[in-house]
Protein backbone atom coordinates (compact mmCIF):
# COMPACT_ATOMS: atom_id res chain seq x y z
CA UNK A 1 0.00 0.00 0.00
CA UNK A 2 1.43 3.34 -0.58
CA UNK A 3 2.15 5.77 1.11
CA UNK A 4 -0.52 9.01 1.42
CA UNK A 5 1.96 11.27 3.36
CA UNK A 6 3.64 13.67 1.52
CA UNK A 7 8.18 13.19 1.22
CA UNK A 8 9.82 14.62 3.89
CA UNK A 9 12.39 16.79 3.56
CA UNK A 10 16.13 16.80 2.63
CA UNK A 11 18.65 17.81 4.70
CA UNK A 12 19.87 19.74 2.22
CA UNK A 13 16.54 21.75 1.96
CA UNK A 14 16.66 22.74 5.37
CA UNK A 15 20.21 23.96 4.98
CA UNK A 16 19.98 25.64 2.11
CA UNK A 17 16.62 27.39 3.88
CA UNK A 18 18.98 28.38 6.72
CA UNK A 19 21.96 29.92 4.64
CA UNK A 20 19.32 31.78 2.62
CA UNK A 21 18.18 33.69 5.45
CA UNK A 22 21.17 34.31 6.90
CA UNK A 23 22.01 32.04 9.30
CA UNK A 24 25.83 31.50 9.33
CA UNK A 25 26.58 29.70 12.28
CA UNK A 26 24.71 25.92 14.22
CA UNK A 27 25.38 24.77 17.60
CA UNK A 28 24.08 21.59 17.77
CA UNK A 29 23.17 18.62 19.97
CA UNK A 30 22.70 16.00 17.75
CA UNK A 31 19.15 14.99 16.82
CA UNK A 32 17.73 12.14 15.78
CA UNK A 33 15.03 13.91 13.87
CA UNK A 34 17.52 16.31 12.16
CA UNK A 35 20.58 13.90 12.01
CA UNK A 36 19.93 14.17 7.92
CA UNK A 37 20.41 17.97 8.10
CA UNK A 38 23.56 17.63 10.66
CA UNK A 39 24.85 15.63 8.04
CA UNK A 40 24.67 17.80 5.54
CA UNK A 41 25.93 20.62 6.90
CA UNK A 42 29.59 18.48 8.68
CA UNK A 43 30.30 17.75 4.91
CA UNK A 44 29.60 21.84 3.66
CA UNK A 45 31.65 23.52 6.43
CA UNK A 46 31.99 26.46 4.03
CA UNK A 47 28.31 27.56 4.46
CA UNK A 48 27.22 27.14 8.43
CA UNK A 49 30.07 27.17 10.63
CA UNK A 50 28.64 23.70 12.79
CA UNK A 51 29.79 23.50 16.70
CA UNK A 52 28.40 20.22 18.58
CA UNK A 53 27.61 20.81 22.46
CA UNK A 54 27.38 18.55 24.95
CA UNK A 55 24.07 19.42 26.01
CA UNK A 56 20.87 22.17 25.47
CA UNK A 57 22.25 24.92 28.22
CA UNK A 58 25.26 24.60 26.23
CA UNK A 59 24.26 25.31 22.49
CA UNK A 60 22.15 28.09 24.10
CA UNK A 61 25.26 29.99 25.62
CA UNK A 62 27.36 29.26 22.80
CA UNK A 63 24.62 30.33 20.55
CA UNK A 64 24.24 33.27 22.44
CA UNK A 65 28.09 34.11 22.54
CA UNK A 66 28.00 33.62 18.75
CA UNK A 67 25.07 35.96 18.59
CA UNK A 68 27.07 38.48 20.89
CA UNK A 69 29.94 38.44 18.61
CA UNK A 70 28.48 39.55 15.63
CA UNK A 71 27.30 35.92 14.05
CA UNK A 72 23.62 34.74 13.09
CA UNK A 73 23.27 31.17 14.62
CA UNK A 74 20.39 28.79 15.07
CA UNK A 75 20.55 26.39 17.70
CA UNK A 76 19.56 22.46 16.75
CA UNK A 77 17.95 20.25 19.35
CA UNK A 78 15.42 17.79 20.04
CA UNK A 79 11.66 18.36 22.25
CA UNK A 80 13.17 16.47 25.20
CA UNK A 81 16.34 19.15 24.98
CA UNK A 82 14.22 21.87 25.21
CA UNK A 83 12.64 20.10 28.39
CA UNK A 84 16.29 20.31 29.80
CA UNK A 85 17.12 23.79 29.16
CA UNK A 86 14.35 25.92 30.25
CA UNK A 87 15.99 27.77 32.46
CA UNK A 88 19.48 28.70 30.22
CA UNK A 89 16.49 29.64 27.31
CA UNK A 90 14.66 31.93 29.78
CA UNK A 91 17.84 33.93 30.82
CA UNK A 92 19.47 33.96 27.41
CA UNK A 93 16.41 34.75 25.15
CA UNK A 94 14.39 36.03 27.09
CA UNK A 95 15.65 38.21 30.09
CA UNK A 96 19.28 39.03 28.21
CA UNK A 97 16.81 39.56 24.78
CA UNK A 98 19.60 37.38 22.27
CA UNK A 99 17.10 36.36 19.28
CA UNK A 100 17.64 32.72 19.42
CA UNK A 101 16.55 30.76 16.49
CA UNK A 102 15.84 27.47 17.63
CA UNK A 103 15.23 24.19 15.09
CA UNK A 104 13.77 21.60 17.70
CA UNK A 105 13.13 17.93 16.21
CA UNK A 106 9.85 15.99 17.55
CA UNK A 107 11.13 13.12 18.64
CA UNK A 108 9.05 9.90 19.11
CA UNK A 109 6.25 11.10 17.03
CA UNK A 110 4.17 8.86 15.18
CA UNK A 111 3.74 8.31 11.99
CA UNK A 112 0.30 8.15 12.82
CA UNK A 113 0.14 11.71 13.65
CA UNK A 114 2.00 12.88 10.87
CA UNK A 115 -0.25 15.75 9.34
CA UNK A 116 -2.44 16.36 12.30
CA UNK A 117 -1.96 18.40 15.55
CA UNK A 118 1.22 17.32 17.67
CA UNK A 119 -0.53 18.23 20.45
CA UNK A 120 -2.79 15.45 19.63
CA UNK A 121 0.28 12.84 20.00
CA UNK A 122 -0.20 10.32 22.82
CA UNK A 123 3.56 10.53 23.56
CA UNK A 124 3.87 13.72 26.06
CA UNK A 125 7.21 14.28 24.60
CA UNK A 126 5.54 15.23 21.85
CA UNK A 127 2.52 16.65 22.73
CA UNK A 128 3.74 18.69 25.49
CA UNK A 129 6.39 20.87 23.23
CA UNK A 130 3.92 23.62 21.52
CA UNK A 131 2.08 24.14 25.09
CA UNK A 132 5.76 24.58 26.58
CA UNK A 133 6.41 27.26 23.80
CA UNK A 134 3.61 28.76 24.54
CA UNK A 135 3.88 29.56 28.44
CA UNK A 136 7.36 30.94 27.38
CA UNK A 137 5.48 33.31 24.65
CA UNK A 138 8.60 32.07 22.27
CA UNK A 139 6.40 31.87 18.93
CA UNK A 140 6.65 28.87 16.52
CA UNK A 141 6.43 27.08 13.03
CA UNK A 142 5.95 23.84 12.25
CA UNK A 143 8.04 22.18 9.40
CA UNK A 144 6.90 18.91 7.62
CA UNK A 145 7.37 19.11 4.28
CA UNK A 146 8.91 21.12 1.54
CA UNK A 147 6.05 23.16 1.11
CA UNK A 148 7.00 24.75 4.99
CA UNK A 149 10.68 25.96 3.96
CA UNK A 150 9.20 29.43 4.17
CA UNK A 151 8.97 29.52 7.99
CA UNK A 152 12.52 29.62 8.33
CA UNK A 153 13.01 32.97 6.90
CA UNK A 154 9.93 34.09 8.67
CA UNK A 155 11.00 32.79 12.45
CA UNK A 156 13.77 34.25 11.89
CA UNK A 157 12.73 37.24 10.73
CA UNK A 158 10.63 37.48 13.77
CA UNK A 159 13.27 36.23 16.20
CA UNK A 160 15.39 39.34 15.25
CA UNK A 161 12.55 41.19 15.01
CA UNK A 162 11.46 40.96 18.70
CA UNK A 163 14.93 40.17 19.85
CA UNK A 164 12.96 36.84 21.96
CA UNK A 165 13.53 33.22 21.01
CA UNK A 166 11.26 31.67 17.88
CA UNK A 167 11.11 28.04 17.61
CA UNK A 168 10.83 25.94 14.03
CA UNK A 169 9.76 22.28 15.04
CA UNK A 170 10.68 19.89 12.65
CA UNK A 171 7.78 17.50 13.05
CA UNK A 172 9.39 14.80 10.75
CA UNK A 173 12.81 13.11 9.92
CA UNK A 174 14.65 14.85 7.40
CA UNK A 175 16.15 13.20 4.41
CA UNK A 176 19.54 12.40 3.18
CA UNK A 177 19.85 13.43 -0.46
Same mark, same amino acid.
Given at each position: ???T??P ?14 ? /? %????V????? #?????Q????? *?G ?9 E???L???S $????? $?? #?????M?NQ $?????V?S ?8 ? /?P??L ?6 R???N????? *??? =? =? +?MV?L???V?DA???A????E ?14 A? =?? =?K??? /??? $? *? +??EW %?
Amino acid at each position: MPSTRPPAIKGSAIAHALSDCG /I %DAATVVPDFV #QIATHQYLDAD *RGRIAVTYCANENQALHVAS $GLYIG $GR #QPVVMMQNQ $GLYNCVNSLRACGLDAG /IPLFLMIGQFGREFSNFGKEM *RTS =R =R +HMVSLLEPVLDALAIAHWNVETEADLNAIETAWSHAK =RS =RKPAA /IIV $G *R +HTEW %D
